[in-house]
């Protein structure tokens, strides 16, 4: 039987240990079916220091979903393409932090495997697709390069034009990396509606925070604190958000966040229990008692199913 194929992304909430052609255009895939009725699940395995667990096998895992313990039919811990979203934050708040963000975005493309297809969403008063989908590492490095900044942010309307162009991604596994100081003065998207549509999607969102105190003779830097906006939206996606202040600690934090999103065991199995009723489902990953005595794995809470 044909049935929708759907993927959970479900990424950790811990640290790990770290270790070109354009691509063509390509149309918006509307359904991705596929002679399976597996659900792919991602997760990582970490120890207590954060360091990323590997060699494990199906049958020390638990995959519970809606309560009901499912059979685990494939386990893998491959590190395959993934298709990267970056969303880079030019507005007039970043004025004095702008060779940051360019740091932390060009470190982060450098840190990728060659396969990798990348695209870019730049905002101020408005977001745009800077660069779409390609594996030209030089082209994504130039445009970030010449960022300049100025103008209102609307991070909430970026973060929707960013899950719209992930549609148009290649490889099922995804993720985005946001940087920015985390305001949003300008969107016409609300805040709620971004939250909504953060729980829905299917890849990890991480964010790198780059807010730093007020500075005089900014007109655009008027929060007194950290509003800490992707706090409260990215950690449902199953990505988590980390707070740079200075370039010493950002070599280390675009490294970090490239090895989270690639050390990760991907169970497939189907639902004893088949449902295309477009519901949210709540899926548990747990690891034997004698296997995960001292590990962590972490993931998201739940997925929605599509709509046969």
């Known amino acids: 039987m044909i ?19 354009t691509a063509s255009p390509r149309p918006i895939p509307t359904n991705l079916r596929v002679e399976s009725d597996l659900v792919l699940i991602n997760a990582l395995v970490t120890d207590p ?22 059979t685990i039919k494939s386990c893998s811990s491959e590190d395959v393409p993934v298709s990267i979203g970056l969303v880079l934050d030019s507005s007039g708040s970043m004025g004095d932090k702008i060779e940051l963000l360019k740091n932390a975005a060009s470190q982060f493309v ?19 697709i800077a660069v779409p989908f390609t594996t030209d590492a030089d082209r994504l490095l130039g445009f970030i390069n010449g960022l300049e900044a100025g103008g209102s942010t609307a991070l909430f309307d970026a973060l929707h034009l960013a899950a719209n162009e992930m549609r148009r991604a290649r490889y099922p596994r995804k993720a985005m990396l946001i940087v920015t100081d985390g305001m949003d003065n300008h969107s016409r998207n609300t805040e709620r509606a971004t939250k909504r549509l953060i729980a829905e999607v299917d890849f990890p969102m991480y964010g790198i925070d780059v807010w730093q105190p007020q500075r005089s003779g900014n007109r655009y830097a008027i929060q007194r604190q950290d509003p800490a906006t992707l706090d409260t939206l990215l950690p449902p996606s199953g990505g988590r958000v980390f707070a ?6 950002l070599v280390a934090t675009t490294q970090l966040i490239s090895e989270e999103i690639r050390y990760e065991y991907v169970l497939g199995y189907a639902p004893s229990i088949h449902q295309n009723d477009g519901k949210t489902h709540h899926v548990k990953v747990s690891l034997n008692h004698s296997t995960g005595r001292k590990f962590k794995i972490s993931h998201r809470s739940g997925y929605q199913a599509p709509v046969q």
Do not use: C, M, T, W
């Not at 360091?51 to 096998?57: E, K």
């Open 3 to 21: 049935s929708v194929y759907y993927f959970v992304l479900l990424a950790v909430v811990l640290p790990v240990l770290s270790v070109g052609q």
């Open 49 to 70: 220091r954060g360091r990323p667990i590997i060699g494990l096998d199906a049958s020390q895992f638990h995959l519970f979903e809606d309560g009901r313990e499912q």
């Open 110 to 128: 450098k840190a990728a495997n060659p396969a990798d297809e990348y695209f870019i969403v730049q905002f101020q008063a408005r977001p745009r």
């Open 244 to 249: 740079v202040r200075d370039l010493k600690s």
